[in-house]
């Protein structure tokens, strides 16, 4: 069992780590993270489609558009199904006509988060779809640009099922609960005993003080009767 010292500077470095970091979130509360779609919906409710491209350069300007690509089972090569330029929303398919929202970037421009949203999802909508990011980085003396693409493989089921990362996910957190519970009384154990270590010696210490003090005070009696 390491000190209780030792314990509290470690949980005390992570507190300071945590309060840096949600510092600098808040500091930087412009930071983009890429992170993967979902993948599977439920038929006959709304679902969103992530498509997230991180800009390299965050402190350059640029200008972005958003065009959405599908691909059933049944089709060798995607089809044009939306574009997102200008906060204008173009829907260029009939089989999501009136089904397809917005759901990415407020931005007029600068587009990092091009995700939409499906409404009223059918068994029809499972396929691959294609999420392309064309963007024109603007320098002082010229414009460069580049173009991002995301592919997710999108599949509907009648019923909501729950994947194995999610049931890890939660398996882990409730072993990080238990964990720290277990940490946290054996912590409260450990305490408890220095403390009551601390209290016996002390009590030890002042018995035999209290007796080397009566014994030097029945020895200094004693001289005094012989003297007389």
Known sequence: MAPIGVGMSALQLLLAWALLLAMHVSVCHAACVEVDSDTEAVAGKGFKLGCISCKVRGEVPASATVDWFFKTKGESEFVHIY??????????????????????????????????????????????????FNRVLIFPNYEFRTNATKVIEFNVVAKATRGMASILSEVMMYVSIIGLQVWLVVEMVYCYRKI????????????AEYLAIASESKDNCAGVQVAE
């Open 83 to 132: 574009n997102y330029e200008d906060e204008t929303p173009t829907i260029t398919d009939e089989r999501f006509e009136d089904r397809l929202d917005w759901n990415g970037s407020k931005k007029t421009t600068d587009l990092q988060d091009g995700s939409i949203y499906i409404l009223n999802v059918t068994f029809n909508d499972t396929g691959v779809y294609r999420c392309f």
């Open 196 to 207: 009551s270590m601390a209290g016996e010696e002390a009590l030890r210490e002042s018995a």
